[in-house]
């Protein structure tokens, strides 16, 4: 699995799986790791007894090939090689080498049976040395025939003595013994793993209880943990989840009392908009009442019928004034505000509070650079209500976008999600430019009528279990309607 994949998946766990994962990694890493150095430390102990053996078998050997050496007699030096390959009850030797100076062969002995073995070239760089062959599980050892009678006879140059020792069961049962080691370290590294995640499963029984009942969360606020589901053995626990009852418990009030309150500031502000308008339009409309009686009583005088008229006249102004005044105030201006990169970065602050209560990551890219010819509003709303169902549709974990691409004579939008589907009925709702027949998703009506007011056109893209993908162009204001199907 790539390393970017493996990340992803580890963050798409919750938290009360990922605590028990890194708690079995490194139970593993450090069983693996002291096992491997213990084991390593041991090796490095039994290869040097290996050279402390091998030093004494170059005693032996010395001890052998010094008297044929001191008369020179290269015979002498082979048999004596050859009796030293007849005593191995302990080690056993392969090949062993009388060198001279030059490092050139004076005298050898091989064992039946074996091949040829060429010399290391340490042997002849270095005057001392031991080395493990593992290809050929042996062991090389060498030093310089050095003995004060040599000097004292005129010897020329320095000799080396060099052995080839047979370490096959030695090299076969470090082999074993690693893998022993490994899978016993496995086992071990396992149990504890276990055994450390039923341990740490257990500590967080009450955090898996409380992050159930936080994604519980409803309007009337968090639900509290009922009383039966508090353990009484743990009074830690038992005060946590009390704590966290007292808090959701005060949520709930305080929903309720910001509902009670939202009612009394609604009915106060009708109150206060009933009693100004009651205000306002009572002088004027007593005054057309007077205008009105003075009509009929006088109204064949010319000049009182006209100044009855001009009375009438200035108080229906002045109530045209004050429903003009309160239009003004409680409903939004009639003139379209423009689509600009401001309407995208506000969408950006309205969907992420969603999206993060959703666990679900949101990404809007491609902003336009300037204002566009579009209703700045009803394009918003579209996109909010659009946005908002993708969010409540999509799985924790998964990516909601929104790619805004300006064209010459139109804006292209891309809204996808990787949710269950898009319903067919709703689909082809949109598709059709048609509320639907019932209250099917969040606002569908309301988009339906925004992309018919913008004179745009939707595509949607939906498969059951892969998520839906909706194209919609909007033409400008100044430019033509597209007329081409979308894709």
């Known amino acids: 699995m790539p390393r970017h994949a493996l990340m992803r998946w580890l963050q798409r766990l919750p938290m009360t799986a990922r605590l028990p994962l890194a708690l079995v990694a490194v139970v593993l890493v450090t069983a693996l790791g002291t096992t491997q150095i213990a084991l390593q430390g041991l090796l490095n102990q039994v290869e040097a007894q290996i050279g402390r053996t091998g030093q004494v078998y170059l005693d032996g050997m010395a001890a052998g090939l010094l008297p044929p050496v001191m008369r020179a007699d290269t015979e002498g030096m082979r048999r004596a090689l050859d009796e030293s390959l007849r005593m191995h009850q302990g080690l056993v030797d392969r090949h062993l080498f009388l060198l001279d100076a030059q490092g050139r062969i004076l005298a050898r002995a091989d064992r039946a049976g074996l091949p040829d073995a060429p010399l290391p070239a340490e042997v002849v760089q270095r005057p001392r040395g031991a080395r493990i062959d593992t290809a050929d599980s042996s062991y090389w050892v060498w030093r310089p025939l050095a003995d004060e009678r040599l000097a004292r006879g005129g010897q020329p140059g320095a000799l080396t003595v060099v052995a080839n020792l047979d370490l096959t069961d030695y090299v076969a049962e470090r082999r074993a013994l690693w893998w022993r080691v490994a899978a016993f370290n496995l086992a071990i590294g396992l149990g504890c793993a276990g055994l450390g995640l039923w341990v740490l499963r257990r500590l967080q029984r009450p955090l898996d209880l409380l992050t159930r009942h936080l994604q519980q969360t409803g309007e009337a606020g968090p639900a509290p943990v009922p009383a039966d589901q508090v353990p009484a053995g743990d009074g830690e626990t038992a005060r946590l989840l009390r704590a966290y009852n007292r808090m959701a418990l ?76 309160t239009l003004a105030t409680h409903r939004p201006a009639s003139e379209p505000r423009a689509f600009g990169p401001q309407d995208l970065s506000d969408l950006q602050r309205l969907l992420q509070p969603h999206a993060q209560r959703a666990g679900v990551l949101l990404e809007i890219d491609g902003a336009p650079a300037h204002e566009l010819p579009l209703a700045g509003g009803e394009v918003r709303q579209v996109l909010l209500n659009l946005m908002l169902n993708a969010i409540e549709a999509s799985a924790p974990g998964s990516r909601v976008s929104l790619h805004c691409e300006p064209l010459p004579d139109r804006l292209l939008l891309r809204v996808t999600d990787e949710g269950p589907g898009l319903p067919a009925p709703v689909a082809d709702s949109l598709e059709r430019g048609q509320p639907p027949e019932q209250a099917a998703g969040l606002g569908v009506a309301v988009v339906v009528r925004l992309v018919q007011r913008l004179r745009g056109r939707v595509a949607v893209d939906a498969h059951s279990g892969r998520g839906t993908h909706i194209r919609l162009e909007l033409p400008f204001d100044d430019g033509p309607a597209a007329d081409t199907d979308l894709p």
Not at 254 to 273: D, K, P, W
Not at 282 to 302: C, M
């Open 250 to 325: 005060a949520a709930r009030e305080r929903e309720a009392l910001i509902a009670r309150m939202a009612e009394q500031e609604r009915e106060a502000v009708l109150g206060r908009l009933a009693a100004t308008l009651a205000h306002e339009v009572r002088n004027p409309l007593a005054g057309v009442v007077t205008a009105v009686d003075t009509l009929r009583k006088f109204g064949d005088r010319p000049d009182t019928r006209e100044e009855a008229l001009d009375f009438m006249e200035r108080g229906l102004r002045v109530l045209g004034g004050v429903v003009d005044a």
